[in-house]
C-alpha cells in the first residue's frame, strides 16, 4: 500500500514538473519581434535559443540620456527608502499602459541569450508577449534576469513630447526619474540597461513596478499621483516584474533569509520558551 | 515535596521572534512566493515579534534541571 502511495507521489511530482514546462514548449508565438528591429542590426539579434525571441549577439549601447535625467540617484537611507516606496496597490494583479507609448522590451541573460519579452503597439490593447497573452500581470510577468541585460525600444508616435518628464519605479528595489526639452523634436529612444553591470549582486524577487511619461512638464520632478491627474498627452503603466537568476537560496538575500530563520527558530524553540527551576 | 519557580521570557521571545519574522518574510519574498514589498516585511516581522512575545510568556514550561535539592535537617545540638 505505502509502494503504491510512493509511486503516485513520485508521478505526481513527475507531471508537475514536466507538464507545464511541455505545455510551454507547444506554446507557438504569433508575433514575429524581429520587425522591431532595424534590418541593419538583425544579424546581431539571431534567435539562438529557437524560442521565437531574438537573442542578442552584442550589447547595443545605453539609450540617449536626457538633460533633466537623475545620474545621482538617492545618497541617503531615508531618500532611497522615500524614493522606493509609492502608492503601490498589492492587490491589483493586472497590468496596463494607457496613451501613446508604444515599444519592446527584450530581457536577455549573462549569455545573451533571451529570458522574456513583450511589445506594446500604442493603441488600446494591454502589454504583450509574443505568444498573445497579456504581460507584466501578476501571473504572467516580465522576467528579467539580474545578471543579464534589458535592451528597449520605445516611441510616441505619432506624437512628440517636448519639456516631458518621466518616472520609473520599482517597489523596494529603485527608482529613476529623467526628461529633456527636447529641442530636436525626437519621439523614439533605444537602448540597454546592463543589470549585471548595475546591481550590486544578483537576487530574486517578484516585484510592482509603476511610472509615468508627461509632455509639457517642465524641469521639476514628475510626481507619483491618479492616471488621470497627469496633464495630456502622456503614457502611464503599472505590472509586475519578476527579477530571476541563480537558485534563490544561493543569492545573497536567500542566504541571509535562510541564517535569519534558523536563527529565529531555534532562538525560539529552545531559548524564549518560559522555564521552571528549583526554589532555593 | 520541593517547590518549583516559573521564569518567562517574552524579551528573549521578541528577539527571536523578531529574526524570524525578518527571515521568514525576506525568505518568501526572495522564492517569489510574495511580492517584494518593505510593508508586508514590517508586517511579517512585527506579527511574529509579537508571536515571540507570546510563546515566552506563555509556551509550555520546560521542566526544571536536575533533582531537586532536599532541605536537610540541621544537626541535633550538642548535648553536655
Known amino acids: 500500500m505505502r509502494r503504491w502511495r510512493n509511486l503516485l507521489l513520485v508521478m505526481g511530482l513527475l ?3 514536466v507538464f507545464p514546462s511541455a505545455a510551454l514548449a507547444q506554446e507557438e508565438p504569433k508575433v514575429d519581434l524581429m520587425q522591431f528591429i532595424p534590418e541593419q542590426f538583425r544579424a546581431d539579434f539571431a534567435d539562438r535559443n529557437g524560442d521565437g525571441i531574438p537573442d542578442l549577439g552584442k550589447i547595443p549601447p545605453e539609450g540617449v540620456a536626457g538633460i533633466w535625467d537623475d545620474k545621482v540617484g538617492e545618497v541617503t537611507d531615508e531618500g532611497f527608502l522615500a524614493a522606493v516606496s509609492g502608492d503601490f496597490n498589492p492587490g491589483d494583479e493586472g497590468s496596463a499602459l494607457t496613451g501613446a507609448c508604444k515599444g519592446v522590451v527584450i530581457s536577455y541573460d549573462a549569455d545573451g541569450l533571451s529570458v522574456d519579452a513583450m511589445f506594446d503597439t500604442g493603441g488600446p490593447d494591454p502589454l504583450m508577449d509574443i505568444y498573445g497573452n497579456q504581460k507584466m500581470t501578476k ?6 534576469d539580474t545578471r543579464g541585460v534589458l535592451v528597449y525600444y520605445g516611441s510616441s508616435q505619432p506624437e512628440t513630447f517636448h519639456d516631458h518628464r518621466w518616472f520609473i519605479k520599482a517597489e523596494g528595489v529603485f ?3 529623467g526628461g529633456d526639452p527636447n529641442p530636436n523634436d525626437k519621439n523614439r529612444n533605444a537602448g540597454s540597461v546592463d543589470f549585471g553591470n548595475l546591481l550590486p549582486f544578483p537576487f530574486t524577487a517578484l516585484i510592482q513596478t509603476e511610472g509615468a511619461w508627461v509632455d509639457n512638464w517642465g524641469a521639476t520632478e514628475l510626481p507619483e499621483m491618479a492616471d488621470a491627474d497627469y496633464p495630456t498627452p502622456n503614457c502611464v503603466g503599472h505590472g509586475w516584474v519578476k527579477f ?13 533569509a535562510l541564517a535569519l ?5 531555534t532562538g525560539v524553540l529552545f531559548n524564549a520558551r518560559p522555564a ?3 526554589k532555593e | ?17 523578531l529574526l524570524f519574522g525578518a527571515g521568514l518574510g525576506l525568505l518568501l519574498m526572495v522564492l517569489s512566493i510574495v511580492p517584494l514589498s518593505i510593508p508586508t516585511l514590517i508586517i511579517y516581522t512585527a506579527a511574529a515579534t509579537v508571536v515571540g512575545i507570546l510563546w515566552g510568556l506563555f509556551a509550555p514550561a520546560k521542566r526544571p534541571k536536575g533533582a531537586a535539592r532536599v532541605a536537610t535537617p540541621p544537626p541535633p545540638a550538642p548535648t553536655s
Not at chain 2, 517547590?3 to 528573549?12: A, N
Open chain 1, 175 to 177: 527608482k529613476d526619474d
Open chain 1, 261 to 265: 530563520v534558523a536563527a529565529g527558530f
Open chain 2, 1 to 17: 515535596m520541593p517547590e518549583t519557580i516559573l521564569k518567562r521570557h517574552p524579551i528573549r521571545g521578541a528577539i527571536w521572534g
Open chain 1, 244 to 256: 530571476v537568476g541563480p537558485s534563490p537560496l544561493l543569492t545573497p538575500p536567500g542566504i541571509l
Open chain 1, 276 to 278: 521552571l527551576s528549583w
Open chain 1, 139 to 144: 501571473s504572467n510577468p516580465l522576467e528579467v
Open chain 1, 15 to 17: 507531471a508537475l514538473i
